[in-house]
């Protein structure tokens, strides 16, 4: 039996959709041809000549590298394939020398990715919720919608003030926490986010457009208290409205979540709960001890 991993590029396309995976209506076939571009890079295992499985990664601010995307074969299960993949491609990524970070999220019932992920030596770092509402009006209470910040210097007074210590995770994109290092905050970045803060300046909420399968808008709110501010949750409405109005589709809140937080949440909460995921992780100088 003869092994080997490469990238991808698109003449295997049609191998990619051969695969018999177990996953539903999988994205990956449809995105393929975006993910074999930069920053994305997608490699696959043949045996035999045969694609067996496939993973990627993602480069984010020139430093750190998402992994994912792994998918397998039913048909050949049970031989180590995953793992062998999603070693090769964490070793891929250190091989480029602005790489200092590497991450794989796994929601947690998804017990074998979370075992190849502790077999190639990532370790648990934070366990989020992604959770997905359609309508949030429920959590309105009567309150004035906040004030917007166009001041390039307040967003990143919050943002400091939120993210600048060296062990918090910001969620760049839905389904990505990264380090919060200085190089995801250019201002380029940031001028395209949507801040705002409450009246007394003590709360703040960040918003901005994204797509992954669906339309959404991606709610970055780090406090635990989000049944208890007044307006909060009628600012987001009113985004949401306005982002559907100007993108003509159905547009869905998308917030990640603590625990915490959500074991504070009411029964009759809007919001679509699966699984919780994990971000597993490894910085370069913990691979290379």
Known sequence: MQTGIRKLDTEDFKLVQNMQTSVADDYIPQAFH?????????????????????????????????????????????????????????????????????GANTQEENRPTNRVLDKIGLLQNISTYSAIAADVTSFEKQGKTWNKIDDLKRKRYWLDKMYATETSFFPYECYYLLPSIPKLFTDDTIRNWTFYENPAQTRMIIMKHDEKKQTYLHVIYPWDDITEQPGLWETITKAQQQLEKRLKTDVFIWMDLSKQTVNKLPDNHPFDLPSPWTLYAAYREACHE
């Open 34 to 102: 975006n993910l074999i571009i930069e920053p994305n890079i997608l490699y696959g295992l043949f045996v035999d000549g045969q694609l067996v499985s496939i993973a990627g990664y993602s480069v984010f601010a020139e430093e750190l590298a998402m992994l994912g995307r792994l998918r397998s074969d039913v048909r050949f299960h049970g031989h180590g394939f995953a793992t062998d993949i999603m070693a090769y491609i964490r070793d891929a990524a250190f091989e480029n020398p602005r790489i200092r970070w590497v």
